[in-house]
């Protein structure tokens, strides 16, 4: 099950920082990220991480929004959100590629979301 949290009212020009964390057992990640979805709009990709902590962010957002993980662990990351504008507003998904370690199946799995509003 993936969690998200860290989505309340911002004004523009402020930041905020999302989190997800992965629970349960018996599986492992190969890649955690974040989409959005703005009213109306398709879901984008937003920004992801390796368990080494490689990251690939959208050129859109790479100079504003950082993903990071926590540290010595690979089941909890974050989205930085800098310098935000009215247009990032959305609800925001956490994602990841989990692999079920009692019959090696990989699968994506996703979050329920954490909506993110950001006031002009």
């Known amino acids: 099950q993936l969690v998200e949290s860290g989505g309340p009212l911002v004004q523009a020009g402020g930041s905020l920082t999302l989190s997800c964390e992965a629970s349960g057992s018996g599986f492992s990640i190969n890649h955690m990220g974040w989409y959005r979805q703005a009213p109306e709009k398709e879901r984008e990709f937003v920004a992801s991480?390796?368990?080494?902590?490689?990251?690939?962010h959208a050129d859109s957002l790479k100079d504003r929004f950082s993903i990071s993980r926590r540290p010595n662990e690979y089941r909890t990351i974050f989205l930085q959100m800098n310098t935000l504008e009215p247009e990032d507003s959305g609800v925001y998904f956490c994602t990841a590629n989990i692999v079920d370690l009692s019959n090696l199946q990989r699968g994506d799995y996703w979050g329920q979301g954490t909506e993110v509003t950001v006031s002009s």
């Open positions: 991480i390796t368990p080494d902590g490689r990251t690939t």
